[in-house]
């Protein structure tokens, strides 16, 4: 297996065509998040993280779903997102590093990935804002008509701000091409569900909105795979949005100062046994995509890679003190080189 | 010359920006099948369709939000907030998402949006839809905030805003809609933003205002007996430091002329600028007019009392041109 890291985003991205690939970059974004925390208590990372370890095969069952010119948006729990659409470990670690190879530059830190190579926009870190983001990136889309849609993240803890329903209601009125994709992994920020929530299931929300609303096994990337493969489909035939609930589990708490004390006494465990990297690795070995062992080199060969990239981060240079100006406004210095999303943007 | 509405300068505006370029798309309440509450998008959806001329339902933040993301992604959508208040409800797709997008991305993503709002008081819609609110706005990185002051610097606001990189918000004060002025229309006609311009030459006093004030100004001066140079902001954030201390330097006097309240206003930001850069040039204090800290009133008296007139302002300004000291506002000297 090659250093993923090595190839770009976009290349990145096409290799999740392949099976094997899609596994071993669900045990990357374990990887990383399991260095990113020690990279914390290192004293080497500032203000907060959100990690996703054990939301992986949504992050990885979502991006393959998709077009590298489709849009998304996605919350500030979104580095295995990042890592899953093509961003390089080195871009999400050394961004969380604040250097310059970070794919922000070392600007935006662990809330604000991006990479529009590959369709990502700036992950926002205020709860729901990405999802009137992506009814506007659906509008240009369709007036281009070019087929693209644009999908937007969020964790049920967006599903009680206005943000999403008034974005549910203005996709459906507008026949959008956009997939809502929710992570529910249990908790708003220190909150479990039952106390924020009066439904189990966000995706009921959807028949208020007139779209359909599914309930998906977050921790099975081929199931993720599926229901977005239907969302999408509507989506680009031009018959509107979809809700799609991903039932998934966060292992860590909300942010890296929260010990999660507060969830239920076997809880943790309950999920650790539905494993998203064992269930995947589990199924490749039985279609014999794995060989025995396999899951096990993968996971070795993918923790070198990133102490590599780790130490490649730890030695690189933070920016220049200018870069507190660059890229303010049009006036700004930095030398702004705009991404044409769909190539051609003269006309709409 | 033709007579025409306030109001239909900014549909010309609009007009011309989508004729010339396919990329503009106009979205908010009302704006398409009725034409516009304020009437100012009148006849688009007829000329442009329903792609480019979007009805929306009752919420600012999805289609606030809604532009950011066309805006990204090679649309240029112009929003009507129908009262610059609504826009509380949807604040944090313009300031925390439009406004860092350029940022964020170092600049491979931008958000070149506008949105218009009708915005002032003086017409007895109380004190929820009737403010002006730029101090939400204003002093936001990445973000632009223009005021509108007549039919031509309506248009010429406009069509910067639209043809601008950045995310711009142009107040557009309600009262001046249904007023009629008499202007030609020149399709080149552009106000660069950041660039104020003098109404009005003189030498005694240099008076910083804009929007709806902009007439306060013109008037309060032609009235007066001191020599007022007033200068139209145009451009609120960021403003023109250049054209107000040159001014100054000339005058040697400044005064503020703000339809805002003294806690909120822009002119805290003027009077420190050139109290510190232009000290030496100063013969009286800097001296703000400005809303009391109250909300506006609903009765029609109190609204008149509470928004600077001609008269307050004539009086004011020649209260510090004669002795060089900051006059007490009316509600002070009341008191």
Not at chain 1, 82 to 90: C, K, M, Q, R, S
Not at chain 1, 182 to 198: A, D, K, M, S, V
Not at chain 2, 54 to 61: A, L, V
């Amino acid at each position: 297996m090659t250093l993923s890291n090595s190839n770009s985003p976009l290349a990145r991205r096409e290799a999740l065509r392949n099976q094997r690939d899609q596994l071993q970059r669900m045990v990357e974004i374990r990887s990383v998040e399991n260095r990113i925390q020690r990279l914390f208590t290192e004293g080497q990372i500032r203000g907060s993280t959100h990690l996703a370890s054990g939301q992986e095969a949504v992050c990885v069952g979502v991006a393959r779903s998709i077009d590298p010119d489709d849009i998304v948006t996605c919350t500030y729990r979104g580095h295995g997102h990042a890592l899953a659409l093509g961003v390089t470990p080195t871009g999400v670690i050394g961004e969380i590093c604040g250097r310059t190879i970070g794919c922000a530059g070392g600007l935006g830190g662990s809330m604000h990935l991006v990479e529009p190579s590959v369709g990502l926009l700036p992950t926002a870190a205020i709860i729901g804002a990405g999802l009137p983001i992506a009814c506007g990136a659906a509008i240009a889309a369709r007036a281009r008509k070019n087929g693209r849609i644009a999908v937007a993240i969020f964790g049920d803890g967006s599903a009680n701000i206005g943000a999403f329903h008034e974005s549910l209601n203005f996709a459906a009125i507008n026949k959008l091409p956009v997939v809502f994709v929710c992570e529910n992994n249990l908790y708003g920020e220190y909150t479990r569900i039952q106390f924020t929530t009066p439904v189990e299931d966000i995706a009921v929300r959807a028949s208020s909105y007139d779209m359909p609303g599914v309930i998906v096994d977050g921790q099975d990337v081929d199931k993720v795979a599926a229901a977005m493969a239907q969302a999408v489909t509507r989506a680009r035939r031009g018959d509107g949005p979809s809700l799609v609930e991903m039932k998934t589990y966060r292992y860590s708490g909300h942010s890296r100062s929260d010990p999660a004390t507060y969830r239920p006494a076997g809880e943790l465990d309950f999920w650790l046994k539905r494993d998203p990297i064992a269930i995947f690795a589990d199924r490749l070995l039985a279609e014999n995509v794995l060989s025995p062992g396999g899951l096990e080199q993968i996971q070795a060969e993918t923790k070198d890679a990133i102490e590599q990239v780790v130490a490649e981060v730890l030695g690189s240079p933070a920016p220049e003190i200018g870069e507190i100006f660059a890229h303010v406004s049009g006036d700004s210095p930095g030398g702004d080189q705009r991404w044409p999303f769909w190539g051609d943007r003269g006309s709409a | 010359m033709a007579r025409i509405w306030i109001r239909q300068a900014a549909q010309r505006a609009l007009d011309d920006a989508m004729a010339d370029d396919p990329s503009v798309i106009v979205m908010g309440e009302d704006v398409a099948v009725a034409g516009g509450p304020f009437k100012v998008t009148e006849g688009l959806l007829a000329k442009y369709g329903a792609e480019r001329v979007i009805d929306t339902p009752i919420s600012e933040m999805a289609f606030m939000g809604a532009a950011v993301g066309a805006a990204v992604c090679g649309l240029k959508p112009v929003v009507e907030i129908m009262f610059i208040e609504f826009l509380g409800v949807a604040l944090d797709q313009l300031t925390t998402q439009a406004a860092t997008m350029r940022y964020l991305s170092r600049g491979r993503l931008t958000a070149p949006l506008v949105v218009r709002a009708s915005a002032g008081a003086g017409q007895g819609f109380g004190c929820q839809h009737s403010q002006m609110l730029d101090h939400w706005l204003r002093g936001t990185p990445g973000l632009k905030l223009a005021a509108t002051s007549n039919a031509r610097t309506t248009y010429g606001l406009l069509r910067s805003a639209i043809e601008d990189p950045d995310p711009v918000v142009v107040l557009e004060p309600r009262i001046l809609y249904s007023e009629r002025e008499e202007y030609e229309f020149d399709l080149n006609y552009r106000i660069p933003l950041g660039k104020a311009e003098i109404a009005r030459s003189g030498k005694d006093a240099t008076l910083v205002t804009c929007g709806a004030m902009r007439r306060v100004a013109l008037e309060a001066a032609a009235n007066s007996n001191a020599s007022i140079e007033v200068i139209d902001l145009l451009t609120i954030w960021p403003w023109d430091r250049e054209a107000i201390l040159n001014s100054v330097e000339r005058t040697g006097r400044l005064v503020t002329l703000e339809e805002a309240t003294a806690g909120a206003g822009w002119g805290a930001d003027v009077v420190s600028t050139v109290a510190t850069e232009a000290f030496g040039e100063l013969k009286a204090p800097p001296h703000r007019i400005t809303l009391p800290d109250a909300p506006v009133p609903y009765n029609g008296a109190l609204e008149a009392r509470y928004l600077p007139s001609p008269a307050y302002v004539t009086e004011q300004v020649a209260a510090l041109v004669s002795n060089n000291k900051a006059p007490a506002p009316w509600w002070r000297s009341a008191a």
